[in-house]
């Protein structure tokens, strides 16, 4: 039998298969892999095996871990003072249960297959290699992106623990853009830590987690009680400035949602969770108590923190840097002691959502290795450790570089952006994999089916967003919730399920992943252009890259028998 030579072996055989592009892509994009595939041959390309060593409470640990200090320390001030007002609580509730019908889908593919590679799996396994590259890459741009931000607004908490400005703690390079000119290295240092810990081990990375959570959830409680006693029911309704706008919704409907979309970060932690389902000691029971569990949780603490904060300050008022201790600052009360343990509490809690979300970065670039659209290289779990210490290193060290010089803003537009778009893919591939099966089911009314939804959905968002106020905008509004309705309610009466799950599944199919699919992209239609722009850019890149490099890696291990190319997988 003639071997098949690499695509990479000379630079005349990258030539060739260049040449080759259109075909290859033919074979290999629309590609679907098989969940045996995932679990068995698939991964057995790490080498040795990540030890199933988690229980359900550390999950929920890990899962309140991982979001609690992103959002509430990160964009809540933000958020308030530039969309939402006080009704950045609504904000928080509407972020929450999108996340949580999100949470459902990711449970039912995680209890179905406790792989690492979170949503990059699910999308291969139902929609094929292109798809879930396509959302690998963002999900992996997500997660660098997310704990850079995180780990610039740490630098902002520490300054406010110890009384030093933030600005001592950075330094401006004139030569550099706006926005991209002030260096942080304290967020580097920060961030380089993290990785060695995350690279020694799992399961006392999830001990220090636990410690560390509990800890914190004191710490939360205690900012929730200050707000609730210092603060004046009035800053719910009247704002610092009385030339602002007042009340409890001062940029009225739209700003809630913009406010949500901006939010939206703080439920990344979540999805980090569902990457651990490989070290998961019982999958069917611990990942939905885990993943559902934290999310509900952490919603609660959330609207709880949220509230606190704007009964303290009116909105205007609310520093967008570190809200919580700036409220305290300053005050010749004697108050100003509790500015510094926010600083300090915060601090902790944004250390643990970096942990987990560090976790679960290089565990989705593990995976992604795996299916040889990236270099085996970041697939590799040392023998030792049984970690990816490979891609822990390299992610650690490319959310260190970006740390360093970009601005806090920027990285939240796009992280939300990312993180809605995954979100939405998931729910669409829950829908797609419990209704079709192929060459069992006809896949075009579930396809049908899902892009009317979508277009529903971005026509309502569109109106919402660029449409005069009035009536005629009220009954357009309420034409198109009545037309997803009715498009749903047809598709549940015409189209039988294909599958039903063996272990666990989301309830009241397709109702919450269509209302999961609704939501997000009405969420995406509340960021603003430049964050589509970024996206836009970073999505080109990722195809690039599949086209360039990752269709040909991916063609070459299908010939040379890394794995099976399938064509679907039975029920």
């Not at 030339?243 to 009225?252: A, D, E, T, V």
């Not at 949220?306 to 300053?330: Q, T």
């Amino acid at each position: 039998m003639e071997t098949h030579a690499s695509s990479f072996s000379c630079f005349r055989s990258y030539l060739r298969a260049l040449a080759q592009t259109p075909a290859r892509l033919a074979s290999r994009a629309l590609s679907v892999s098989s969940s045996n595939e995932e679990l068995s041959r698939v991964r057995a390309r790490s080498g040795s095996d990540m030890q199933r060593s988690l229980r359900w409470f550390d999950l929920v640990g890990l899962g309140i871990g991982g979001m609690v200090g992103a959002g509430v320390f990160v964009t809540t001030g933000r958020a308030s003072r530039l969309c939402a007002g006080p009704a950045i609580v609504i904000s928080y509730a509407i972020a929450g249960l999108c996340a949580l019908l999100s949470a459902f889908c990711y449970t039912e593919f995680a209890v179905h297959m406790p792989v690492a590679g979170g949503a990059f799996s699910y999308l291969r396994i139902t929609f094929g290699e292109f798809a879930a590259f396509f959302t690998g890459a963002n999900l992996i741009m997500e997660y660098v992106m997310s704990n850079a931000a995180v780990a610039r607004g740490f630098t902002s908490y520490l300054g406010a623990a110890i009384g030093i400005s933030t600005a001592k703690w950075r330094f401006t390079v004139p030569g550099l853009p706006k926005g991209f000119n002030e260096i942080d290295l304290v967020a580097v240092a920060v961030v380089l830590i993290l990785t060695l810990i995350i690279c020694y081990s799992t399961r006392e990375s999830s001990v220090v987690n636990m410690i560390l959570t509990a800890l914190h959830i004191l710490f939360i409680a205690f900012v929730i009680f200050m707000g609730f006693w210092r603060g004046d029911w009035n800053n719910f309704t009247r704002p610092g400035n009385p030339h602002n706008p007042s009340g409890f919704f001062p940029y009225g409907p739209s700003g809630v949602f913009d406010g949500a979309a901006m939010v939206y970060l703080s439920y990344i932690g979540y999805d980090a969770v569902s990457t651990m389902a490989e070290e998961v000691r019982n999958p069917v029971k611990d990942i939905p108590i885990g993943v559902s569990g934290s999310v509900i949780v952490v919603t609660v603490l959330y609207c709880l923190m949220a509230a606190s904060m704007s009964k303290l300050l009116p909105y205007d008022m609310i520093d967008v840097e570190a809200p919580f201790s700036a409220a305290f600052s300053g005050r010749s009360d004697g108050w100003a002691w509790v500015s510094r343990v926010i600083g300090v509490g915060a601090s902790f809690g944004i250390m643990t959502s970096l942990l987990v979300a560090m976790l679960g970065q290089a565990r989705y670039m593990c995976v992604i290795g795996r299916s040889s659209v990236v270099p085996a290289w970041f697939a590799r779990v040392h023998s030792k450790t049984s970690t990816p210490v490979n891609a822990s290193a390299f992610l650690g060290i490319f959310t260190a570089a970006i740390a360093l010089f970009t601005d806090l803003n920027i990285l939240l537009n796009l992280v939300s952006i990312g993180t809605l778009f995954v979100f939405y893919m998931v729910a669409n591939a829950v829908i797609y994999r419990r209704y079709v099966v192929v060459g069992t089911t006809k896949p075009w009314p579930t396809l049908s089916f899902l892009c009317l939804l979508s277009i529903t959905a971005i026509i309502f968002t569109l109106l919402w967003r660029f449409a005069p106020p009035g009536k005629p905008k009220a009954f357009v509004l309420g034409a198109c919730v009545v037309i997803a309705v009715s498009i749903l309610q047809i598709f549940h009466c015409m189209v039988p399920q294909a599958r039903k799950p063996e272990f666990w599944g989301v309830p009241f199919m397709p109702w919450l992943p269509s209302i999961s699919i609704f939501l997000n992209i009405f969420l995406l239609g509340s960021l603003d252009g430049p964050s589509y722009v970024r996206f836009g850019f970073f999505s080109a890149l990722a195809v690039l890259v599949y086209v360039l490099y990752s269709v040909h890696a991916s063609f070459d291990a299908e010939v040379d028998g890394s794995f099976d190319q399938k064509n679907g997988e039975s029920p």
